[in-house]
């Protein structure tokens, strides 16, 4: 059994908060992530998954410490858990099945955020012998979520995390993640390895930076190699998480730096958008607040993006890998707001709209889309960017920064609710809404609950943990109460599938008349019933997060109950790809508990359609009348059953050999056979280069550099990147001198020929 750690400092007076603590509007409290929430995702109605980056985390797992763990929805408690390789701004996506995956990441560091004492052929770490954690740079991990009656001894839940047999063709650092249609993942763009923003000043080459940026884009099972996008080089400097929503055509809208384009995936072909207005930067390090507005019937489903927040900083304050130019906390947000149709329906042109104004500026906002059809905006700063950095090109010395590293300042503890079904002009509200006292600045999180409360965690602007600073490591675990817990009944729904199908037989949900009071009739006319995908969250982005109402019709009982006749999701899997979700069903704008579902055939492929079926038409029932009025805020009856479900995943890619529980004992030969031998001896480094940032470094050997050829999956051929010198010079604390080699060496094998072995596959 893992280690759980529950936070027993909380003790006895937690219960007290936890009674007051579903006050609508209301803000708790609720326990110890043990592990600081950089990322997060809803794995079932039980768990909540957390990665941090490799740093030193008090809590320990194997002799180092630990940066993964699974937050307990009920207990409110985290269980610790192994990750290997350093995930520190990796992406990440659900998969059709329900498993996820994250992608890349950076290289091994130890104390400090200082380079692993281990390195690899790139001129970054491939192991910390301190810390424990390997290079995660092209690194893919995959989880299939377990519940409580699962064996959480066995493999089966626990993270895959083996770079040497399952990784992607180039090291990714801050990609973007988007689904295909058929369940596929497109990942674009990223650095190779650390730095504020993705250039060199100056910036004489666009695309590859030296070595540094990474301008392609390639797909998760692989579709081919990895090709150069003309996207990634235009927007150079400023495409660090590029926000990507699949659209109906198959086609996919991109947004970074400040401008806008449709990408079609099949042929690699860009159709310009116009550019953001106002030159409100929204992707990382500015990290506006975006999301999808819900999908409904009501607008066919027809996606339309909402952009909030971030700066609009002259290009020249954004500085380059090293840190900004401009001190960054003296700026402040934007509270700007655009929508974008990217495909409207009517054969007009897109073009973005103003929309309301937040009600304060925000960098690192995040939208969460709530089951009421509201978006939420929780954590963030007024001024400065997201990232951190020990100078700027303004306040050269660590000592006169004035918040420690963070390059933000001025925390907004209150939430606010955007309603996109409001007029113009009263769209934004936070009437009502609590406030919070723990900053939630850059690496904070947050992740809609089956219960429809939204789990706040997070925020670490600092390389290491840091617990003394202005803004510390935080791991104190709040849940927002939204509006809708005013109510005393909730919602109870019966007949709950588990999976839906694109298109097909509509299938029947019962709500009895203890969910609500008042008319029957009234109530069966304002049930939805909602898709809802909290997405895999990340640096105040939910990749992946989509809402969609289903249609439904409805037949009113005589004693107060009645039945949703329910369509199944719209036969297209563009609009709503296939995975996990959450099913709501909302009366009168209170939602029940939400159930988790499958969408589409839990496998990636061509997802089969049908035509959709006609619905029954509503039957009435004037005398009808709902009795509730007693609390039903127990989960519904209806539950998914979690299957073993990773051996699905491994069937779609290909065999990959996981080894089960000799993986563990592997890996623990592997860290300590590595521990043990000297880089000299055990990883050979090429001496085309003079020294390792020594300070006899020249401006252009401090540049960043890379070669590509470690953790290559299955030994194929991944030639390294032509190099070219850049004249910054970085102090960026993830930096590196690269030094290239021609030892194609393998991290987890110390054995000094190179061969990769697993126990018990050796060839």
């Known amino acids: 059994m893992l280690p759980s750690l529950p936070w027993l400092a909380f003790g006895v007076a937690a219960s007290s908060l936890l009674v007051s603590a579903q006050r609508a509007g209301s803000i708790a409290q609720v326990g110890s992530s043990l592990v600081s929430a950089m990322m997060m995702f809803l794995g079932n109605e039980e768990k909540v998954y957390i990665l941090d980056k490799a740093e030193g985390n008090s809590a320990q797992i194997n002799g180092h410490p630990a940066w993964g763990a699974a937050w307990d929805i009920n207990a409110h408690t985290a269980t610790l858990m192994e990750v290997y390789t350093n995930a520190f701004c990796a992406s990440g996506m659900h998969l059709p099945n329900g ?101 060199n000043t100056p910036n004489t080459d666009p695309a590859y930076e030296g070595g540094a940026a990474e301008p392609t ?16 080089v235009s927007t150079s400097g400023l495409n660090s998480y590029a926000h990507t929503y699949l659209m109906p055509s198959g086609k996919m809208l991109v947004q970074a730096n400040i401008s806008t384009m449709i990408w079609d995936p099949d042929t690699n072909t860009e159709t310009q958008l116009p550019g953001m207005p106002g030159n409100v930067v929204r992707v990382y390090p500015a990290s506006g607040a975006v999301a999808m507005l819900p999908l409904t019937p009501a607008n066919n489903w027809t996606p339309t993006i909402l952009f909030c927040g971030g700066s609009d900083m002259p290009d020249s304050y954004w500085g380059n890998y090293s840190y900004p130019y401009y001190n960054t906390w003296d700026y402040p947000a934007s ?15 897109p073009a973005y709209e103003q ?22 905006v929780v954590n963030g700063g007024s001024n400065g960017t997201a990232g951190y950095a020990q100078a700027t090109g303004m306040t050269p010395k660590f000592s006169d920064m004035p918040y420690g590293e963070s390059l ?24 009502g809404l609590g406030n919070s006292n723990i900053p939630r600045l850059y690496h904070s999180s947050a992740m809609l609950l089956p219960d429809a409360s939204v ?42 599938p588990t999976q839906l199908s694109y ?57 107060g109950s009645y039945v949703l006749h329910v369509a199944q999701a719209p036969p297209n899997p563009n609009i709503f790809q296939p995975g996990p979700a959450l099913l709501f069903v909302v009366v009168n704008g209170i939602p029940s508990n939400g159930t988790m579902v499958i969408v589409g055939s839990g496998n990636i492929e061509t997802q089969p359609t049908s035509a959709v079926s006609d619905l029954p038409p509503n039957v009435l029932n004037d005398a009808a009348q709902g009795t509730g009025s007693s609390d039903s805020s127990q989960p519904s009856s209806s539950k998914p059953s979690t299957g073993l479900i990773i051996g ?49 470094a020249t401006a252009a050997d401090r540049a960043r550099h890379s070669d590509s050829s470690a953790f290559v999956p299955l030994q194929q051929d991944n030639p390294s990147m032509a190099w070219n010198a850049s004249s910054v010079s970085l102090q960026y604390r993830d930096d590196f001198g690269g030094r290239p080699s021609d030892v194609a060496y393998d991290p987890y094998n110390p054995d000094p020929d190179g061969v990769r072995r697993v126990e018990g596959y050796r060839s």
Request: contains cysteine; hydrophobic residues 35%; glycine residues 12%.
């Open 99 to 199: 498993s996820y995956a994250t992608f890349g990441g950076n290289g091994a560091v130890g104390p400090g955020g200082n380079i692993g004492s281990v390195l690899n052929n790139a001129g970054s770490g491939a192991y910390d012998a301190t810390y424990g954690d390997y290079d995660g740079g092209n690194a893919i991990r995959i989880l299939n979520p377990c519940t409580n009656a699962d064996d959480w001894s066995s493999p089966q839940c626990q993270w895959f995390d083996n770079a040497t047999v399952l990784a992607m063709q180039k090291r990714r650092w801050y990609a973007a993640c988007e689904p295909l249609g058929d369940g596929t993942i497109a990942l674009l763009g990223g650095f190779v390895n650390g730095g504020y923003i993705n250039r």
């Open 217 to 232: 884009y390639e797909f998760f099972p692989s579709r081919g190699a990895a090709t150069e996008m003309q996207f990634m």
């Open 335 to 349: 509270k700007d707001c655009q929508r974008l149709t990217p495909e409207p329906q009517d054969g007009s042109s």
């Open 355 to 376: 929309d309301d104004d937040m009600l304060e500026g925000r960098t690192m906002g995040q939208f969460i889309a709530l089951p009421d059809g509201t978006m939420l």
């Open 408 to 431: 933000a300042t001025g925390p907004v503890g209150t939430p606010a609710i955007y309603n996109p079904n409001m007029p113009k002009g009263s769209r934004w509200s936070n009437a």
């Open 455 to 496: 789990m706040i965690a997070g925020s670490n602007p600092n390389i290491d943990v840091n617990l003394s600073t202005i803004y510390p490591t935080t791991y104190t675990v709040e849940v927002f109460y939204p509006p809708y817990f005013s109510a005393s009944v909730r919602p109870q729904p019966t007949g709950v």
């Open 503 to 559: 298109g097909g037989a509509y299938f029947n949900i019962t709500v009895p008349a203890t969910s609500y009071s008042g008319s029957a009739n009234a109530a069966a006319a304002n049930t939805t019933v909602v898709l809802s995908r909290g997405g895999f969250t990340t640096h105040a982005m939910n990749m992946g997060q989509r809402h969609l109402q289903l249609n439904n019709t409805f037949t009113v009982n005589s004693d």
């Open 648 to 696: 699905g995943i491994v069937g779609a890619i290909a065999v990959i050999g996981i080894v089960g529980a000799a993986f563990g004992v592997w890996m623990a030969r592997r860290r300590r056979a590595a521990s043990r031998q000297h880089p000299a001896a055990a990883y050979a480094m090429g001496t085309t280069r003079s020294g390792y940032m020594g300070s006899s």
